[in-house]
Structure formats: structure tokens, C-alpha cells
């Protein structure tokens, strides 16, 4: 992925990534063990191509919609590589577990060892605007309304 999103997920520090269509960059390698999507719909069938055996597609948002209806369909065919789907969500982890999560976010905060990723600060009278850059898929990080 050599685009201005791949080069500032590398920024990030990402070491391989795939784009929508499961493609990834020509050092990169052929399988993975696990791959984090964080878009899901259409496009999540293209990634059991890229995943070993044994791999997991693991989808942790959903901002692209469902994913197609031969999803499973495309999952049963690749039942020799003993693939298998799951999906996280924060809603299943305890009241207690995300407030340490956050107590070391703030800590980490602190020190100064988190980089915020703001994409645009726009008053809130352009809320919708925002939420149109994010559905063209034009954002990268957060938009942040201001009163």
C-alpha cells in the first residue's frame, strides 16, 4: 500500500497492510496468521486469500456494513486451511477491564506516549459535512466538532 494513508499508517507504526481489495505492498508477506479489519462489508472476502492456515479474519467495526451473504459460503470453501471468523467487540469486556484499560491511557497520555490522529476540526454547525468526509471515506483519524 504506497498511498498517503498507508505511508501515515506506517508513520503509526503498522508493518504490512492490506487495502480494501486484500492487496498488500510486494515485501510483504504472503499469509498471515490473523488479520484486524476495522471496515468490514463488502470487501471482507478478498482477506481469506491472504490468511495461512489455521488463520482468522478478526472484524472489529463495521462501518462498511455487513459483509456479503456467500461470506460463510467463501469461508466453508477454504475448510481445508482450517480458517476460522470471529469478531470482537468492546461491549463483551467487563466494566472493570476497560476502566484499567483507560486509567493506563490517561497515565500513558501523561507521559506523553499517545499521538493523537486529528483529521480536521470543524465547528459543529458542519456536522454534517463531517459525517460526509467520513462516509466518502475522506478521513483519516477523527474529525472533532468544537461549539
Not at 468490514?40 to 462501518?63: E, T
Not at 482450517?82 to 490517561?106: H, P
Amino acid at each position: 500500500m504506497g498511498s498517503d494513508r498507508g505511508r501515515r499508517l506506517r508513520g503509526l507504526g503498522a508493518t504490512h497492510l492490506l487495502d480494501r481489495s486484500g492487496a498488500g505492498g510486494s515485501d510483504d508477506p504472503t499469509g498471515y496468521d490473523v488479520i484486524i479489519d476495522v471496515v468490514a462489508g463488502p470487501g471482507m472476502p478478498a482477506f481469506l486469500d491472504r490468511l495461512n492456515p489455521n488463520g482468522r479474519p478478526v472484524a472489529v467495526g463495521a462501518v462498511g456494513g455487513q459483509p456479503p451473504a456467500d461470506f460463510g459460503t467463501r469461508l466453508m470453501a477454504a475448510f481445508q486451511k482450517s480458517m476460522s471468523f470471529a469478531t470482537f467487540s468492546a461491549a463483551t469486556v467487563t466494566e472493570a477491564a476497560r476502566q484499567a484499560v483507560r486509567a493506563e491511557q490517561f497515565a500513558a497520555a501523561d507521559r506523553g506516549e499517545l499521538q493523537t490522529v486529528v483529521h480536521e476540526i470543524l465547528p459543529l454547525e458542519q456536522a454534517v459535512v463531517a459525517h460526509q468526509k467520513m462516509d466518502a471515506g475522506e478521513v483519516f483519524g477523527r474529525i472533532v466538532l468544537t461549539p
